[in-house]
Every structure is written in structure tokens, then in C-alpha cells.
């Protein structure tokens, strides 16, 4: 039986800085992972560049039951931080769009940098060693692995840092909420978050000749919003507008989508009207809109003629239409295609300073795993870096 002072099971972003910190206060730490890749999330993020955060994080940034859990932990580990870490090993990067932060290169380096400081660190790596049993007696952990020797490894910590259920292509599971449940700890249920809408047969029959088209919009939900980008694909909704309020959207619910941000379209129309009275409708909305929405919109809702012919009241129907297009999903594309999982380990049974369990001493919970879900941009991976920084100071 092999003993540790701290045991970490998923080598992602929140285990790998967990052990770093860990291990630098010479605790003697072990990393376990099922896979055979350490950081798989980082290195498909970002289309291999890997989105490490975003310099505008705050706490507005993130879902969660309780909004001010996550405060704390992004104070002491701030972007500012791991941008330091980054220049400390000379990897050169670059903001994108929002505040979005990428590697110059690859994803590859991120993950090479964390290798590299867990080494320093005196860290033990071991990958594709998955968990047959975990028990808890007398303040010590006992894991017994699945692996070809059976291998049983003890300690004082443990961290559990597996992430949610999006992207099972790279082996998600919901061990960690497995984990919780086990200890009588509750669960926020989770489901996919940042992820594709879809919609409807008879919706998405009569859109598929929007497939591929993109614009700037902003959709809203119940209360939120976002303004960024909308695309529209064989399945249904996309593109990062989509993705974002996907975090907020449910069953049944509408969205409405301004298609016209930054415009007051029903003042478009009253003067275009008075200077040019003869031009086409359909002509003078293809100048608001892509082609082919314009003409699917005018097509769907009888709109035709010479603005001369359309009313007050038409001109208000049609800036509405541009403006507050409603929709109805039909449901999500699921974890397969979802960036993250919201919900998780309940917050109110965790410590915001030290991310135990306050009904274990020991147990920690850190990044995804936990009901702590961010943003598109950057955001869930410096949740990441600060919950695994957070606990790395006491594991």
C-alpha cells in the first residue's frame, strides 16, 4: 500500500494546479487520471490554442446557486496570475476578442508548462488508473485502483477535481458527483451548458436554408443577454450568442433574438419610406440582414410590395420581427457537443476558502465538479486555475 499526503483523481486544469500548489508546500501528492492523455480539455480548447482566461473575470462572470461562492478563490488567484506562470516559461499569447486570451502557438504548451511544474513540485503523475473503490476510515482515504496490480493507495486528502459530463468523446463521467452522493453530499443536477440549441422538425425543415449563415446579434432569455455572434446549422442554433445563453435557457422557453443590434429598425423603415417610397421592402431588409434570412423572413411572413404600400402598423410589425424575432428551441445538442456541465457539488456544502467538504474533513471538490459554471471565453478554465489554486494552499 503506497501512502500520500494528498491524493488528486483528474488530471485537468483544477487537478494539475491543485498538485502544483500542493506539492509545493512539500506535500507529498498524487495525481491519478483515466486517461491516457493528461489536460485533454485544454488541448482541444480553443481550437488547439487552448482560451486560458479572460482578463475581464469577475464574479458576474458565473452560474451558480449561490453567485457568491466563487469570489474568493478569483481574488487570490486572479488572470493576472496565471498570465505570470505563462511568462515565467516564455509562452507567448494574444487577446482575441472580449478580454479572450489565447496561446500563440498551441494548447500543447499549457500543458507541457503545468508537467513541468508539477515535476518542481515533486508531484507523482499516474495515467490510466481509474477508480474501483473509495473508502474513508479513520480520517484516511483508501483508493483501490482498476488497474493490472489491483493497486491500493491511501491518504489523509483527497481532491476530487474529475470535471462534469461535457465532451464524453475524451471520457467525462460523472464519478465526481458519484463521489459526493457516496458522502451524503448534495447535488445541484447537472446538464449541459455552452452548447448548440436545437430545434423542432417542422422549425428546422423551414430554416435549413439558413444552414451556414452567421450574424451579430442579441438573444435573450428570461432576464439575460448576450450580444455576439448567432449561426445558424442543419441542427439548429449556434455560434457564441447561442452557446452563452444556452447556460441560462430551459425546456420550453422562448428566446428572442434581435437581428439588428444598434438600430432602431422601425425608424429605418419610416425613412426610407419618406425619401425612397418606390424602393422594394425585401431590397431595403437584404440591406439589414444576409440575403437569405432577409428573403426567408419576407418569404415566411408575407412581407412584399414597395414600402409606399406597407402601413405605420406594417413598418412596426417588421422592425418587431427584425428586432424581437421570437423562437422556441426544441432542446440542446446534449454533453456531446456542450463545452461544460452547469450544476454540480452544491457550494453550500464546500468551503469558499478551502474547498473542503464540511461534512468530511479532507474531501475536496474544485472546477467543474463544483456548481461554479462560467461564461464562453475563457472563464471556465480560470475558475479552474483559482479553485485548484485555492485548494492546493490547504489539501
Not at 93 to 99: D, I, S, V
Request: hydrophobic share 40%; with cysteine.
Amino acid at each position: 500500500m503506497n501512502k500520500y499526503d494528498v491524493i488528486i483523481i483528474g488530471a485537468g486544469a483544477a487537478g494539475l494546479m491543485c498538485a502544483i500548489e500542493a506539492g509545493k508546500r512539500s506535500r507529498r501528492v498524487l495525481l491519478l487520471d483515466h486517461s491516457s492523455h493528461i489536460g485533454q480539455k485544454i488541448r482541444i480548447s480553443g481550437g488547439g490554442r487552448c482560451n486560458f482566461t479572460n482578463i475581464h473575470t469577475s464574479a458576474a462572470n458565473y452560474i451558480s446557486c449561490n453567485p457568491h461562492f466563487c469570489k474568493s478563490a478569483l481574488m487570490r488567484f486572479t488572470p493576472y496570475d496565471f498570465i505570470d506562470l505563462l511568462e515565467k516559461h516564455h509562452i507567448s499569447y494574444h487577446e482575441k476578442t472580449l478580454g479572450q486570451l489565447f496561446c500563440d502557438i498551441s494548447a500543447k504548451q499549457i500543458i507541457g508548462m503545468l508537467l513541468t511544474e508539477c515535476e518542481r513540485a515533486g508531484v507523482t503523475i499516474r495515467k490510466e488508473v481509474s477508480v474501483a473503490r473509495l473508502c474513508h476510515q479513520d480520517g484516511i482515504f483508501k483508493i483501490y485502483t482498476s488497474n493490472h496490480d489491483h493497486e491500493v493507495v491511501e491518504s489523509q486528502s483527497l481532491v476530487v477535481a474529475t470535471g462534469g459530463l461535457s465532451i464524453p468523446k475524451i471520457g467525462a463521467t460523472g464519478w465526481g458527483y458519484d463521489v459526493a452522493r457516496q458522502f451524503g453530499i448534495k447535488v445541484i443536477h447537472p446538464k449541459p451548458a455552452l452548447v448548440p440549441l436545437t430545434l423542432d422538425g417542422q422549425t428546422l425543415q423551414e430554416l435549413s436554408q439558413l444552414s451556414g449563415v452567421s450574424l451579430n446579434v442579441i438573444v435573450t432569455c428570461g432576464n439575460t443577454s448576450f450580444e455576439e455572434a448567432l449561426l445558424f446549422t442543419h441542427r439548429g442554433l449556434s455560434g457564441p450568442a447561442i452557446l452563452q445563453i444556452s447556460s441560462y435557457w430551459k425546456e420550453q422557453q422562448d428566446i428572442v433574438i434581435n437581428l439588428v443590434p444598434g438600430h432602431d429598425v422601425f425608424a429605418v423603415l419610416e425613412q426610407a419610406k419618406k425619401q425612397r417610397p418606390k424602393q422594394d421592402i425585401l431590397k431595403l431588409i437584404e440591406t439589414l440582414l444576409p440575403k437569405r434570412l432577409a428573403q426567408y423572413l419576407c418569404q415566411t411572413h408575407q412581407i412584399h410590395g414597395q414600402l409606399a404600400q406597407v402601413s405605420k402598423h406594417g413598418l412596426k410589425q417588421i422592425a418587431t420581427l427584425l428586432s424581437a424575432w421570437r423562437l422556441t428551441p426544441n432542446t440542446t445538442e446534449g454533453y456531446r457537443t456542450a463545452e461544460v456541465t452547469i450544476g454540480g457539488v452544491d457550494t453550500n456544502e464546500l468551503s469558499s476558502k478551502t474547498f473542503e467538504a464540511k461534512k468530511v474533513k479532507g474531501l475536496y471538490f474544485i472546477g467543474e465538479v463544483v456548481d461554479v459554471t462560467g461564461h464562453l471565453g475563457g472563464f471556465n478554465f480560470q475558475w479552474a486555475w483559482s479553485s485548484g489554486y485555492a485548494a492546493g494552499q490547504y489539501v
